[in-house]
């Protein structure tokens, strides 16, 4: 059976964490090539490359920091040299710190904003011109969050830096639509994953906290963030651009 990406070729930061990883595996499965990128050591990752080889893709992995551009952009033309260019580009890696406006320091209000909004544009800025390059269309997808329209006063970093990657979206989708470039965010809820899941696992109690907070009384796994996001780059999606698919399970909703 013909796999949906066969021929394909995904570039994803953050490929490492949780998230990041149900995000290889879901686009391997479906016959992609995948070229992963962390801050991690390329050791964390040898076991995770290991399983990929499974679903019988080629998969690569680069420690490369994406607050620095040059290094991105040579990571773009690495993964295009050995894997093919990257038509399916996601930016995923992200950053978080908890702390009000008066507890935050400005190193790690500057390191969020430079990881989640900064690293998110310079990805997609340099893999785009690539697809400009070559006169190929391709689909992005920005990992963002409900915090981007909803006020949360002990992560104000974090949530300033999904709300610019929120209107960066809106930005690029408008300037690439003519050449078939369509530009997406799926903006999760409570996740499963990363932060979340540290504090949840130390204290199981605010998990179900959390859950009953709900409305559809579910968690996020980060195998459904996974999902949608390939759903946004799915071959029969020719027309949402632009768009923030809010997956949180009614959050926003709650006044």
């Known amino acids: 059976m013909e796999k949906l990406f066969e021929g394909k070729t995904v570039i994803l930061s953050g490929g490492i964490g949780d998230i ?3 995000v290889a595996t879901e686009f391997a499965r479906q016959g992609a090539s995948i070229g992963i990128g962390d801050i991690l050591p390329e050791s964390d990752a040898a076991a995770f490359l290991e399983e990929m080889k499974s679903f019988g893709v080629s998969c690569q992995y ?32 992200a950053t978080v710190t908890i702390g009000g406006i008066h507890a935050i320091t400005p190193e790690q209000w500057a390191k969020e904003l430079r990881v989640n ?13 690539r697809l400009l390059h070559h006169h190929h269309p391709g689909r992005v997808v920005f990992v963002g969050s409900w915090a981007a329209g909803s006020v949360h006063v002990h ?5 300033v830096s999904k709300a610019g990657l929120r209107m ?14 369509l530009v997406n965010e799926v903006a999760p809820g409570y996740v499963e994953a990363g932060l979340s899941a540290g504090i949840w ?4 109690g605010l998990k179900e906290v959390s859950r009953e907070k709900v409305p559809i009384k579910k968690i996020i796994s980060p195998q459904a963030v996974a999902w949608q996001i390939v759903q946004l780059c799915h071959p ?20």
């Open 236 to 255: 029969q999606n020719e027309h949402a651009t632009g768009s923030t698919v809010l997956m949180d399970g009614g959050l926003s909703l709650l006044t």
């Open 62 to 93: 680069n420690r490369v920091d994406v607050t620095d551009p040059a290094a991105v952009n040579d990571w773009v033309l690495d993964v295009e040299s050995r894997l093919g260019v990257a038509s399916l580009i996601i930016a995923n890696a």
């Open 168 to 181: 960066l979206c809106q930005c690029m989708a408008l300037e690439l639509a003519p050449h078939q470039i």
């Open 201 to 204: 696992h130390n204290n199981p």
């Open 117 to 129: 909004l900064d690293g998110a544009f310079y990805l997609t800025q340099a893999a785009t011109a």
């Open 20 to 22: 990041g990883r149900s």
């Open 155 to 159: 992560i104000p970093a974090y949530s």
